[in-house]
T-cell receptor, first 113, second 113 residues
């Protein structure tokens, strides 16, 4: 069974702090990794993707990938109350370009003013 | 602006009835996907399509069907609705060459009584 694991939270951080969200996956063949943000009652919104080991930065967001450890993380710097949402980690199913994604159950982030 | 829409946004139906959920995208994306999202299970893939006349089963396809007669639309049909199919349904689409980078519609909340 291919799985993606996330701590459901809630993860609570004060405004201005760094929020660190983590995800582990079981399929060593996975090639692409995604972070989606989902506000309550809304649809998932793609915020970051990463394909290579290391860090990828986009504004306040940094995605980190370690394929050897099968670990993906998302750092949110200078967290804002508007960042409060559920963050979904998704990885591709296997190494082929099928487009099939496996999603974790998500981590709920609460940013307190 | 290009977009992906779903209709209806909310639907209540009775056990045994046939229900069709619509998904329409104007991005001219080749790939389209249907997911359901339930507490405790996250997002799970129901069916997907790589183009006109192409359909494939996902992880939880039993009781569902799709057809792709044009690029823009992938309707999801519940042949005989069951209470276990009460869920939030999301449609997503992606480009041919970036099948894993998916963009989601607003979702349909379906209740089967």
């Amino acid at each position: 069974q291919k799985e993606v694991e996330q701590n459901s939270g809630p993860l609570s951080v004060p405004e201005g702090a760094i929020a660190s969200l983590n995800c582990t996956y079981s399929d060593r063949g996975s090639q692409s990794f995604f972070w989606y943000r989902q506000y309550s009652g809304k649809s998932p919104e793609l915020i970051m993707f990463i394909y290579s080991n290391g860090d990828k930065e986009d504004g306040r967001f940094t995605a980190q990938l370690n394929k050897a450890s099968q670990y993906v993380s998302l750092l949110i710097r200078d967290s804002q109350p508007s960042d409060s949402a559920t963050y979904l980690c998704a990885v591709t199913h296997g190494s082929s370009n099928t487009g099939k994604l496996i999603f974790g159950q998500g981590t709920t982030l609460q940013v307190k003013p | 602006d290009a977009e992906i829409t779903q209709s209806p946004r909310h639907k209540i139906t009775e056990t045994g009835r046939q229900v069709t959920l619509a998904c329409h995208q104007t991005w001219n994306h080749n790939n389209m996907f249907w997911y359901r999202q339930d507490l405790g299970h996250g997002l799970r893939l129901i069916h997907y399509s790589y183009g006109v006349q192409d359909t494939n089963k996902g992880e939880v396809s039993d009781g569902y069907s799709v057809s792709r007669s044009n690029t823009e639309d992938l309707p999801l049909t519940l042949e005989s609705a069951a209470s276990s199919q009460t869920s939030v349904y999301f449609c997503a689409s992606s480009e041919r060459d970036r099948s894993d980078t998916q963009y989601f519609g607003p979702g349909t909340r379906l209740t089967v009584l």
